[in-house]
Each structure stands twice: as C-alpha cells, then as structure tokens.
C-alpha cells in the first residue's frame, strides 16, 4: 500500500527557510508517470499547490510562489523535500504530499502543520 508522510519542523521563525520533508512507501519516487507535489492549506487562502517534481527530477513550481520555492529529492531515502525560503506568517498552513498521475492525485499524506512566529 503506498503511504506518504510529510515531516516537518512545527515551528519556523520569521524570514528563515521552511523545509518539510514527505517519506513515501510502498511505491518509488522514481517509477514511470507519477510526479509528487506538495500542496498546502490555510483558511486564508484554501488548497495552495505549491510545485511538483516528477519521476525524473524534474520541477514545477507555481508562479506565485517559484522565487521562494524548491522542491528536491532523495532517491536512496525515498522521499521528497520543500524547501520555502523567507517565510512570512501567510505561509503558516498544513502541508500536505500527494502522488499524482495525469490530472488526479491516488495518494495524500496526513498533513503537518507548520507555523511561522514572527
């Protein structure tokens, strides 16, 4: 059964880097067709989708959010972390991973909350 976790830090103060981390089982970050995205929730602004990175390496980011963003991978550990510099307090939200395939995601984690402190 393919399960995502995401993994991150709860707390991050102002103007510092937000990184949080999804560990993916049951399937590999790797296989053919699927991309892997971080998407994130604040009662602010609803469902955000952040960026994505897909079987081969390769990264989307939204427009929004590309200048801050960076999504990389760790084959060897399976898993995948963003990385969102400068963070404000409007980046505080649950971030959730998810798999996608074509135009839909099979696959979320549970959510961590991240809060920034200003």
């Known amino acids: 059964q393919v399960r995502l976790r995401e993994s991150g830090p709860g707390l991050v103060r102002l103007s510092q880097t937000l990184s949080v981390t999804c560990i993916v089982s049951?399937?590999?970050?790797?296989?053919?067709?699927?991309?892997w995205t971080w998407i994130r929730q604040s009662p602010e602004k609803g469902l955000e989708k952040m960026g994505d990175?897909?079987?081969?390496?390769?990264?989307n980011y939204s427009p929004t959010l590309k200048s801050r963003t960076s999504i990389a991978r760790d084959t060897s550990k399976n898993q995948f972390t963003l990385h969102l510099s400068s963070a404000t307090p409007a980046d505080t939200a649950v971030y959730f991973c998810?798999?996608?395939?074509?135009?839909?995601?099979?696959?979320w984690g549970q959510g961590t909350q991240v809060t920034v402190s200003s």
């Open positions: 998810a798999r996608g395939q074509g135009y839909y995601y099979d696959y």
């Open positions: 049951g399937a590999s970050i790797t296989t053919n067709s699927y991309y």
């Open positions: 990175i897909n079987y081969s390496g390769g990264t």
